[in-house]
């Protein structure tokens, strides 16, 4: 599928055909020679076959290993890349390809963004999570230790190549994460897929081909037509895509970085949500059972961990360093009916307080 953004547009290759294709495809959108392979210690062999593809269609170059997990996402972590971009005399021509998960995607896409003002970015996703969300829109960062993805940039790829052979390795916690963000498409922007969901949860954690197939175009193809109609967050379009996300990254933020998957804080971010929604009137409170439902058949979300997160008034603090954020005011993305959310800016941090309570509560 195309993400139609003028001179910045790319495709997006969703395929069972593994990663020989990936040199062709990269070469395709490319005018470089060299290239960097971003990829994490988990990932080293299927790095080395993209590596072997972009050598094969006439790329030169090596692969950078970072350690696996989220506390990759930083700067310190970034500028290791960048000293290996230096030390291998690459021009603004040379392409970054990350093979990984949103980790990997994230940082080599800020990386990208930002070395000599920018080099072409080719995202080839191996989890779940990062097929059906991260790789695409152009949204790269890293963390702060005081808020997630504060430090970033929009930095749109050349191509995302998406193999769903990659995930049949993928550890089920994982998997079951990137579900979340499917879910969260669901209810934000598609009803039908949400109803698909309910009628294949089976298939999905079972990995069928054709069901996985199915959620990730999907997902794709809602993410495109919002960052197609608002890039860089200009008009509050975009912003629907974080239903979930602002109480999601409190709890990664509080709890430290890699004690939650990110999918597992967003489904407990969405729960949050949808109750803050119901309390002022927006949805009828059937649906947060429904969307609990589903969330609870995929194993999501872990509510035990929000024992461990420390006191109600840190998880506000981190929320007021959410990039939504005014001057302070929080602002959230909230569910008015099943398929559709909007932005708030007027929700009072009693009424947060209250539904964390609640949280809080159901969780001992």
């Known amino acids: 599928m195309r993400v139609n953004l003028g001179d910045r547009s790319y495709n997006i290759a969703v395929t069972s055909a593994g990663l020989e294709p990936l040199g062709a495809f990269a070469r395709e959108h490319s005018r470089g020679t060299s290239t960097l392979v971003v990829t994490d210690d988990h990932l080293i062999a299927l790095a080395e076959e993209a590596l072997a593809s972009l050598r094969g269609s006439g790329f030169r170059g090596e692969t950078a290993v970072i350690p696996a997990g989220e506390a990759s996402k930083s700067l310190a972590t970034a500028s290791t890349l960048y000293d290996r971009l230096v030390a291998m005399n690459a021009d603004r021509a040379t392409l970054i390809a990350a093979v990984g998960g949103g980790v990997v995607g994230d940082l080599a896409g800020l990386v990208a963004a930002t070395y000599a003002r920018g080099l072409p970015l080719l995202m080839v996703p191996t989890t779940l999570l990062a097929m059906v969300d991260s790789s695409v829109g152009g949204k790269v960062a890293v963390n702060h230790p005081k808020a997630k993805n ?118 407990a971010g969405m729960a949050c949500a949808a109750r803050l929604a119901a309390m002022r009137g927006l949805i009828a409170h059937d649906v947060c059972k429904r969307q609990d439902r589903l969330l609870a058949r995929f194993g999501l979300p872990a509510w035990g961990k929000l024992i461990a997160c420390p006191t109600i008034g840190d998880l506000l603090a981190a929320m007021r360093s959410d990039k939504k954020s005014v001057a302070g005011r929080l602002r959230f993305v909230l569910p008015t009916r099943l398929g559709e959310t909007l932005l708030f800016d007027d929700i009072p941090e009693s009424d947060v307080e209250k539904v964390l309570d609640e949280r809080r509560a159901a969780a001992t």
């Not at 995930?167 to 209810?187: C, M, N, Q």
């Not at 999905?204 to 794709?220: K, Q, W």
């Not at 993410?223 to 974080?242: P, Q, W």
């Open 150 to 267: 504060l430090i970033g940039a929009f930095h749109q790829p050349i191509g995302v190549w998406i193999d769903t052979g990659t995930l049949a390795t993928l550890p089920e916690r994982e998997f079951r994460s990137g579900l979340a963000e499917v879910v969260k498409y669901g209810v934000s922007l598609d009803a039908d897929l949400f109803t698909f969901l309910e009628a294949n949860v089976d298939p999905l954690l079972c990995r069928d081909p054709d069901a996985l197939r199915h959620v990730i175009v999907r997902s794709c193809e809602l993410k495109a037509s919002i960052v197609e109609r608002d890039e860089r967050e200009e008009t509050g379009l975009r912003a629907v895509l974080n239903y979930g996300h602002t109480f999601a990254h409190a709890f990664e933020t509080v709890a430290g970085y890699g004690a939650w998957l990110h999918g597992e804080a967003v489904a």
